[in-house]
């Protein structure tokens, strides 16, 4: 007998009734919204339709489902919703009614038309295409990404008009694929005045009461197209261990608390990074220049001092602010060439790699989760479109310097609790209970085994991945403990950092493009009395808004990153199509499949039309779609040969078919209205 699919159980939202009459800075109890994304639920996430910006950021509001069989809402759309203050600058709310069909702008690209010009919008949900009256188009040009408002109109039936405000360039070029990403997902881009003059002002530090570091050959070691150096680091043998330097670009110095800047990096929360640009926390002058440690340049720093034994853990620290002067600027790949081939590039190369020897140990001692998920680099030619996607190399390099950094930041929460101040812990919760059963379930089927109850240690986890490392279902595996882990998020209550196997953490090492490590900075500056320019007692009051707020920025700068690389990639596939591919089925649902290209990385739906005529059968624990007739059995992690039918580098969404010796008799338009037949488990 058929059963309804269980949905997740969300954790219980704790509500606050809101004031009938709103104070500064909050919500009315009924206002109109526009919904800009989902939470890792699927409920839609939205912002104020109106929002003053000089009482800070506008809040989170979070979306109940709306009733069954309701359209979902989509990025752009306009809801009068009834508001339920929940706490930390987020409201909870409710569907009243949708606000006509009209967003508050539209993100598109521009078909003119002798008669009837379109807007053909860039969101793949969005079905409506915009007419644009003449005289209207702002000079567009033929397949230009454009930004365009709604206009007045009086006829319900037809297309709705809309004027073009802004040009965002040609389609499938990179300025206009990131720029699609930047404005879907309300990424700030121009810096107030103030702020960039407050910048402009910046000049370099003097020694004062500061350590001199200047004679400490400490290097910076990044990816060959990095403009900002924020970290560097130094390592030495020391009584039978090793003495360690981390040094941080002193931003804190530039950026005070309340400033200009201060204001504008707390709204960003982080940079965004995209193929072919940053959109970053902090201005050029800042982040490029006086914050960056670059090579035989005198610059501030906040650095670190620890001291490691032979087995990697660490016996001592010392905090500090210096100034320093780096020896020189590497890249990961110059780094381990050397190292491999014995180059001397005129820094103690041996003895970074054995401390970072000695600290990856403990790291395995420890028994941490060290997921391998491939991640794709889209390399782009001076034209601006993808040359090629290839897997970015994890070399031994890149995690030198995750260990010394995973290290300082230890060190730096363990500090601040020494000094009794406030920290903004970076925290990972275990999985949920939930989520546990639906991977012991899905490893069963590999003969796999977890402990019992939710004791779960990362190194539990970790052991499974050792398992099945090498074989041809590690990379599903690996996708699927991803899926099984809660988000990392910022709170200034501790919780731990469950994939890490740390009972404290915080992030000290990228003050450039993190607010965090900026918090934990001046942090550090007010408990260890290094400087007038510490944390100040009302920023400190409210860190439990602020950790809610730049976590949301990190989210979204994650959800648009990615945005930007299906569109890049959509790009990149949309003259294969046709083509034949091998792929793994990376989603079983009930209107369809998932595939994800191996080549590539590309993923898209196989819709469930396009599959052969047949009773179908969805088993939600198993992850299977099973044909009754046929007895073919799609299954999640599944090989598969497939051919791209569409892609569309507009909304970023790819299609295909699998290939399965079946010759399907009808369209697939006509097999929607056959025999074909769905039934859920």
């Known amino acids: 007998m058929a059963r309804r699919i269980k949905t997740k159980a969300k954790p219980e939202r704790h509500h606050r009734r809101g004031p009938s009459r709103p104070a500064a800075g909050r919500l ?8 800009t994304g989902t939470d890792e639920y699927g409920d839609a996430i939205a912002r104020p339709a109106e929002w003053d910006t000089a009482n800070g950021p506008p809040p989170l509001i979070l979306m109940n489902p709306e009733r069954p069989g309701a359209p979902a809402l989509a990025p752009g759309d306009r809801i009068l919703a009834r508001l339920t ?22 993100l598109g690209v521009f078909k003119p038309a002798r008669h009837d010009s379109r807007i053909v919008p860039t969101d793949r949900r969005a079905k409506a295409e915009w007419t644009v009256p003449h005289g209207q188009e702002g000079g567009a040009e033929p397949d230009e990404v454009v930004l365009a408002e709604p206009l007045p109109h009086q006829h319900r039936l037809g297309l709705k008009p809309a004027r073009i405000l802004e040009r965002l360039g040609k389609l499938g070029d990179a300025r206009s694929i990131s720029l699609i990403a930047i404005h879907t997902h309300d990424i700030p881009q121009a810096f107030a005045d103030d702020a960039l003059a407050e910048a402009s002002k910046a000049r370099g530090v003097r020694l004062g009461s500061r350590t001199d570091l200047r004679d400490i050959p400490l290097v910076t070691i990044d990816g060959a197209d990095a403009r900002d ?18 040094a941080i670009a002193d931003v804190a ?23 072919d640009r940053v959109v970053p926390m902090l201005p050029e002058a800042l982040s490029n220049n006086w914050c960056s440690l670059r090579p035989l340049q005198d610059r501030g720093c906040l650095f670190v001092e620890m001291f490691v034994d032979r087995h990697g853990r660490k016996t001592g620290h010392r905090f500090g602010r210096g100034l320093m002067r780096s020896a020189a600027r590497l890249t990961y790949e110059q780094v381990q060439q050397a190292q491999d081939e014995g180059h001397d590039l005129g820094v103690p190369l041996p003895h970074l790699y054995a401390a970072f020897r000695t600290l990856l140990a403990a790291r395995q001692d420890r028994g941490t989760l060290d997921l391998d998920l491939p991640e794709r ?31 300082a930041n230890v060190a ?17 919760a275990p999985p949920s209970d939930e989520k546990l059963d639906s991977l012991r379930n899905f490893l069963s089927g590999f003969g796999i085994s977890l402990p019992p109850g939710n004791q779960i240690h990362p190194r539990d986890l970790d052991g499974v991945l050792r398992r099945i490392s090498g074989t041809a279902d590690a990379p599903l ?19 731990g950092h469950f994939g890490l196997a740390l009972p404290r953490y915080a992030h000290f090492t990228s003050p450039i493009r993190r607010y965090a490590d900026l918090l934990i900075h001046r942090a550090l500056i007010k408990g260890l009395k290094l400087g007038r320019d510490g944390l100040a007692p009302e920023q400190a009051a409210s860190l439990p808004e602020i950790g809610e707020r730049i976590t949301g920025t990190e989210r979204r700068a994650q959800m648009a990153e990615r945005d930007a690389i299906d569109r890049y990639l959509a790009a990149f596939m949309a003259e294969r199509v046709g083509g034949h591919f091998t792929a793994r089925i990376s989603g079983v649902t009930r209107f369809g ?11 898209g739906m196989v819709p469930f039309a396009s599959l052969p005529d047949d009773y179908w059968q969805h088993d939600e624990r198993e992850q299977t779609l099973t044909g009754r007739r046929t007895h073919t059995v799609f299954r999640l992690g599944q090989e598969v040969d497939v051919l791209l039918s569409e892609a569309n580098p507009v909304t970023g969404g790819m299609s295909f078919h699998i290939l399965t010796g079946h010759t399907p008799s009808r369209s697939a338009s006509q097999k929607g209205r056959s025999g074909k037949r769905f039934r859920q488990r």
């Open 477 to 495: 595996v690996n996708e699927v403990m991803l899926r099984s882990q809660s988000q990392a998020a910022y709170s200034p209550d501790n919780i």
């Open 85 to 106: 203050a929940i706490g930390h600058g987020r409201y909870e709310g409710r569907t009243m009614q949708r606000v006509g069909e009209a967003p508050s702008r539209i």
């Open 593 to 603: 499949l998932f595939v994800t290209v191996t080549e590539t990385g590309a993923s």
């Open 229 to 246: 150096f924020d970290d560097a680091v130094f390592a030495e043998p020391h009584e039978g261990g090793f003495r360690l330097i981390v």
């Open 253 to 275: 110095h530039y950026v005070r608390p309340g400033s200009a800047l201060d204001q504008a990096a707390g709204v960003r929360g982080n940079s965004v990074y995209f193929p």
């Open 412 to 428: 730096a929460a363990e500090e601040l609790e020494r000094l009794h101040q406030p920290c903004m812990y970076r925290v990972h």
């Open 28 to 35: 009315p109890d009924t206002a109109i919204v526009r919904i």
């Open 377 to 407: 680099q889209v390399i782009l030619g001076a034209d601006g479109h993808v040359v090629s996607v290839t897997p970015r190399p994890r070399l031994d390099s890149h995690r030198l310097i995750e260990e010394f950094m995973v290290l």
